[in-house]
């Protein structure tokens, strides 16, 4: 599925610069060691044709967990033994199983001084991956997805203006608990209201799908006007159920991730494409591997600029389409 | 006089030419402004609605649809406006990535002959860098035509009106000359109300009278 | 200005502005056919952009009664664009749907678009006619204002293009015969000039010469009979006819200087629209200072260096020589416009600035101290309003040429032409100005003591301080740095600004006579200065109405020329009067020498009041600020002179010599 054309290559070499050429800096190409999460997505296509682009030659060693954790350990074997230029993981989970938090640990159990490069990790100093993200001070750095919150919201004003506001979301997510928290701080600052409900928590301490519909019901009661779908981990399992109750209220869900739209049903999303991660990841990589930069003084960066996805049979459902302008700039998903 | 006219006509025509020559300039120059502005700003129009597109498509990756639309949409503008040349989609290392021109097509970026302008409108991705510029090659020579013939009209205007400037105002510059020194010229002479003479005749009469007044 | 000078300049005023109103007529005519198809081209890419994007909508399957804020998109559209009236999407039977602007009516202006992917839905686009009547409007009023400014130039050229030769045998001529009219017949100075006009002067006098002749021999007769009744009745009519007498003026050299002076000062004047702007561009921020605080600083230094070098240069132009003076004067000025073309900081602009600054008060000072040399009291006033006017017709012609030249060629070409200008004056003084030594007496240097003396007598410093120094800060202040800066961030061009700046130096030329001549009696004149500066400040207070507006602060300069006009004679003559109350008299050089530097303070004050308030509160409180400052300081004026009277004293006869601007 390797989709280079013309277009790809011309535009993502345009990002470094210069025109496609090879780059050697020792004997032969640069070895990296790919660890992903659940196969390969469009990071991985856009990490790849970024350094295609750029004329990096690369040997590729492509590992995947198939979300299974336990797999890790046996990696840092593997990454120790085999000694790549590089080392780049997919999601935060993954990142930690390599790399380690940067204030605990064992140094034995990780790979502390080969360069890493993540993609996706959504909070790197939270889950204590780095002390800082202009300066990473270790030997980790990386590409973050995450849009942020207020921006989120603004758009979901652009494309219809509220004044309250519902959320669903796992008050045991450490994360989810923070954005609930940046909500709460611009419901006061932007002027709407926020209701929340939380997923039923079974006795084992796991969250489950139980009357997510009653929930749902509540928020539309209560007079929300959005269903914010925020990138929270067991939310992005329960799409199928969380979407179809909020089309049955006729609430208008805004998702935080590509899934939520593209497969989930959402009404519209802002989101960081994967593809442009990849490749933000890539120019990472590739700042370590031709440049020689330590990742310790290389910044872990987010996208500048931030996708509209529009589903518009949903829009449809609703009666509710987005303003013609935006037209210009979102992504429409149709059929 | 006639040297005196000689020095001075010549001058004061000069100065008429040169202000009118400036005011016919200015003239021209501020329409021909308006005109190549509006002609401008229609083709940055075209630029900046080809680069959203074209935005998207980098936005989103290279989602194939949009590849193939794209060659035909850069047709669809150029062809739409008959003073577009071609629209391209430029790298930054001056390679033509897409055109509506097929011919243009992964070739360098050649300098253009003069008559050719561009307008240029940037392609930003999604973490800030330009990745290529839409161009809009359109001519000028047809507007340059246009305003060449405006130009004309206003020459075949002013020479007239400035020859007719210059023979007015050397007239009356002439004459206003002429009535100084036809004046002056008296002035030269005893003539009726002339105060020398009036002053000439009170003289003799104080003095040849005798003594006293009488 | 002599009965030949007026009617050459009227004829030649009248034939620029017939001739070029023709010409405009016609363009006008030709640039409507050319100009109009662009507008209907651009208005049919608008419309195909529109279409484009409702296409696209259709194509997503939006319904035609969802599309959602098209309506302001549209009216956006039409906002952004002052070609366009209206733009709207129509159904098959040409219901408009969605629109924005208001349609014309006229089927003349509207354009239609309806490619197929609209699915039936028209595109109306409408053109604004009033659009294309503005290009030709704003042409009228370029060409307007080409029109007067070429006609003033043409002016300027025909004091150095006729020689000074020629010229003076016409002026001879002109006062023999203005002379002979009023039976004055005393002899004039001779006219060395060879051509018709010297012969007729010569022939002139040589009857003059006779008529002398004859009377002296008559006058010796009656002596020599003692003819007492005779001697006294020839003596009544020489001294009827003033025979014998000689009439004591040089022709007047002192036009020499009136080429360079204009040449130089018209460069100056036109950097003014563009200026401040200019600075902007450069300006790096400062710790502690507001932009635009740190923006008028290089101005303040001009006007700063102006003032406080002027007292000094009078004597240093005198002993260097008046022509030497301004030649260096004018190539400091040369040398600093293209520094400043160049400059890429500041502190380079600062300099830059700097050295004109210097340049410029020496030509000021040289040109002045040049006709001081070359008159006689008696010519003193009609030669020092040829100076001022000068001054002002370059002030009248400088700013909107350079605004243009800024529009078209950009603002650094604009310094480097003002250069090339200031060269210009350059070579006009080496080849006009003779260098010897003139008549006039020297000027005064300032003392610190009479300026002690001065700054305790009361009249005279509520004059100076209420009047005379705010009455040139609101001018510095409000037209050569807030306007500028504001219309050019409202988005007008340089044009547009540089002929808004011609409003207060018309009303300048065109009402300081008429002011100056009502200004007869201490109390008229004490009304005048307090009403012309009420007048002055709170027409800033026109600015509240609309600050966007072009005409709100055309008014607002107008209010300000014409409260300078009512009070600039007057406060004038107030000086002089008001210095007979010092304690010990000072010389009338001296006295008006301080009366510049106060007003010379008060310009270099300006853009440092201007850029604080500016950065401060805004330029609409700036300029209410400093009106309301001026108006207050006027009629604190009023108050002082109505509650504290002057024991009477005779106005003195003071020539007319301060500034007109």
Redo the contacts between chains.
């Keep these: 599925m390797k989709r280079r054309t013309l277009l790809t290559v011309g535009l993502t070499g345009a990002v470094a610069g210069v025109m496609p050429r090879p780059v050697r800096s020792q004997g032969g190409p640069h070895r990296i060691y790919r660890v992903t999460f659940r196969g390969r997505t469009a990071v991985e296509e856009g990490f790849d044709d970024y350094l295609a682009a750029n004329g990096i030659a690369v040997e590729m060693i492509d590992r995947d967990i198939g979300r299974d954790r336990s797999l890790l350990p046996g990696m840092v074997e593997e990454i120790r033994a085999l000694q790549p230029d590089l080392v780049t993981t997919w999601g935060t989970t993954v990142t930690l199983g390599i790399a380690g938090r940067y204030d605990t640990g064992d140094p034995d159990a990780y790979i502390r001084s080969i360069p890493v490069v993540f993609a996706l990790v959504s909070a790197p100093m939270n889950s204590g991956l780095v002390p800082s993200l202009e300066q990473p001070g270790r030997n980790v750095t990386g590409a973050v997805h995450v849009v942020p919150t207020e921006t989120q919201l603004r758009a979901m004003a652009s494309y219809r203006p509220f004044r309250r506001l519902g959320v669903l979301y796992t008050p045991i997510e450490q994360n989810s608990v923070s954005i609930v928290g940046d909500l709460q701080a611009l419901s006061r600052s932007m002027g709407f209201e926020l209701i929340t409900r939380e997923f039923h928590i079974d006795p084992d301490g796991r969250p489950t799908a139980d009357g997510v519909e009653r929930r749902i019901a509540e928020i539309k009661a209560a007079g929300a006007e959005w269903l914010y779908l925020l990138p929270d981990t067991f939310l992005g399992t329960v799409y199928d159920r969380v979407v179809p109750a909020a089309l049955a209220e006729r609430l208008p869900t805004f998702g935080a991730a590509e899934l939520a739209v593209r497969e989930g049903g959402a009404l519209v999303a802002l989101v960081s494409r994967y593809y442009s991660v990849g490749q933000l990841a890539a120019s990472k990589a590739a700042q370590v591997l031709t440049d020689g930069r330590s990742p310790a003084t290389i910044p872990i960066e987010t996208l500048r600029r931030f996708s509209l996805i529009i589903n518009i049979d949903v829009a449809r459902e609703l009666d509710l389409y987005p303003p013609i302008e935006m037209l210009n700039y979102a992504e429409v998903l149709t059929g | 006089m006639l040297r005196l006219s000689l020095r001075i006509l010549p001058l004061f025509a000069i100065i008429v030419g040169l202000a009118m020559a400036l005011g016919a300039y200015m003239n021209f120059s501020g329409v021909r402004g308006a005109h190549l502005d509006l002609i401008e700003s229609r083709m940055q129009l075209v630029a900046d609605d080809v680069g959203t597109v074209v935005e998207m498509a980098v936005s989103v990756g290279i989602a194939a649809p949009e590849q193939v639309t794209l060659p035909g949409l850069l047709a669809r503008q150029a062809a739409a406006d008959r003073l577009i040349e071609s629209i391209d989609l430029v790298g930054p290392s001056g390679i033509v990535l897409f055109s509506s021109d097929p011919a243009r097509v992964a070739g360098a970026e050649a300098a253009d002959r003069h008559a050719i302008a561009v307008v240029d409108r940037a392609i930003v991705n999604d973490f800030g860098v330009t990745v290529a510029r839409v161009h809009v090659r359109y001519d000028t020579r047809r507007p340059g035509q246009a305003i060449s013939g405006f130009g004309q009209s206003v020459l075949t205007d002013a020479v007239p009106i400035s020859l007719g400037a210059l023979v007015a105002g050397s007239l009356a510059a002439l004459s206003i000359l002429s009535l100084l020194h036809r004046r002056a010229m008296r002035a030269t002479q005893p003539h009726p109300g002339d105060p020398l003479t009036e002053a000439g005749t009170e003289i003799d009469a104080a003095a040849g009278g005798g003594g006293g007044g009488r | 200005m002599n009965n ?1 000078q007026v ?2 300049s009227a ?2 005023v ?3 502005l ?3 109103t ?3 007529i ?2 006008s005519h ?2 409507e ?3 109009v198809p ?2 209907a ?2 208005a049919e ?2 419309g ?2 529109v279409a ?3 296409g ?2 259709l194509a ?3 319904p035609t009664d ?5 309506d302001d ?1 549209l009216a956006g559209i039409v906002a952004a ?1 002052p ?1 366009l009236a209206y733009i709207a999407v129509l159904t098959t039977d040409g219901r408009p749907l969605y629109s924005g602007g208001t349609p014309t009516g006229d089927p003349g202006t509207i354009i239609r678009v309806a490619p197929e992917e609209l699915l039936g839905l028209v595109i109306e686009v409408d053109i604004d006619p009033a659009y294309v009547r503005d ?1 030709v409007y ?2 009228w009023l ?2 307007a204002i ?2 007067v400014v ?2 003033l ?2 002016l300027e ?2 004091h150095i ?2 020689g000074i030769g ?1 010229y003076g045998a ?1 002026e001879g ?2 006062h ?2 203005s002379a ?1 009219r009023r ?1 004055d ?1 005393r002899e004039h100075p001779s006219v060395s000039a060879a ?3 010297g012969q ?2 010569r ?2 006098d040589d ?2 010469a006779a ?1 002398t002749a ?2 002296r ?2 006058a010796k ?2 002596a020599a009979v003692a ?1 007492t ?2 001697a006294q ?2 003596a009544a ?1 020489a001294e009827r ?1 003033r ?1 014998g007498q000689r009439v004591g003026e040089a022709p007047m050299s002192v036009i020499a200087i009136r080429a360079p002076l204009f040449v130089f000062m018209f460069a100056e004047e036109l950097t003014r629209p563009f200026l401040p702007v200019y600075i902007q561009g450069l300006a790096a921020p400062v710790p502690g200072l507001s932009p635009e605080l740190v923006t008028s600083l290089p101005m303040v230094v001009f006007l700063a260096i102006v003032a406080l070098a002027q007292p000094f240069l009078g004597t240093v132009t005198e002993r260097a020589g008046r022509r030497r003076s301004l030649i260096m004067g004018a190539a400091l000025g040369a040398a600093g416009y293209v520094a400043t073309a160049f400059a890429f900081d500041l502190w380079g602009l600062t300099i830059a600035r700097a050295m004109t600054a210097v340049g410029f008060a020496l030509v000021f000072v040289a040109a002045q101290g040049f006709v001081i040399d070359t008159t006689g009291t008696a010519q003193r006033a009609k030669g020092m309003a040829m100076f001022i006017g000068a001054i002002l017709v370059a002030g009248l012609c400088g700013p909107p040429i350079g605004g ?1 030249l800024a529009d ?1 060629l950009g603002m650094s070409t604009a310094f480097l032409i003002a250069g090339g200008a200031a060269t210009a004056s350059l070579i006009l003084a080496r080849i006009g100005l003779p260098e010897r030594a003139g008549i006039g007496k020297p000027s005064a240097m300032i003392r610190w003591r009479d300026l002690g003396m001065v700054l305790r007598t009361p009249h005279l410093v509520a004059l100076l301080v209420l009047c005379a120094l705010p009455a040139k800060l609101i001018l510095v202040a409000v037209a050569f740095f807030l306007v500028p800066l504001h219309m050019e961030a409202t988005g007008q061009t340089q044009a547009a600004i540089g002929r808004l700046l011609m409003i207060y130096p018309l009303a300048m030329v065109l009402l300081v006579p008429a002011f100056a001549s009502l200004a007869r009696g201490a109390g008229q004149r004490v009304r005048l200065v307090a009403l012309g500066g009420m007048v002055a400040g709170l027409g800033a207070l026109i600015v509240l109405i609309d600050p966007d507006s072009v005409m709100a602060i055309g008014a607002v300069l107008l209010c300000l020329g014409l409260g300078q006009a009512m009070s600039i004679a007057s406060q004038s003559a107030l000086v002089g009067e008001f210095g007979n109350d010092l304690p010990e008299p000072v010389g009338e050089a001296t006295l008006y020498g301080i009366f510049r530097l106060v007003e010379r303070t008060g310009n270099a004050l300006g853009p440092l009041v201007a850029g604080t308030l500016l950065g401060i509160y805004g330029f609409v409180p700036a300029v209410v600020g400093i009106g309301l400052g001026v108006a207050g300081g006027a009629a604190l004026f009023a108050l002082t002179a109505a509650l504290a009277p002057r024991a009477g004293s005779t106005p003195p006869g003071a020539a007319f010599e301060g500034e007109a601007r």
């Design positions: 030949f009617r050459l004829a030649l009248v034939v620029l017939v001739s070029l023709l010409l405009s016609r363009t030709h640039a056919a050319l100009v662009e507008v081209a651009k890419t608008v195909r952009s484009g994007l409702v696209q909508a997503y399957g939006i969802r599309f959602i804020g098209l998109h664009n070609d290009v704003q042409l370029d060409l080409v029109m070429t006609a130039v043409a050229l025909i293009s006729f020629l016409i001529v002109e023999r015969l002979l039976g017949l051509g018709a006009f007729i002067a022939r002139i009857r003059l008529l004859r009377l021999d008559a007769t009656a003819d009744a005779r009745a020839i009519i006819f025979i243009i078209r």
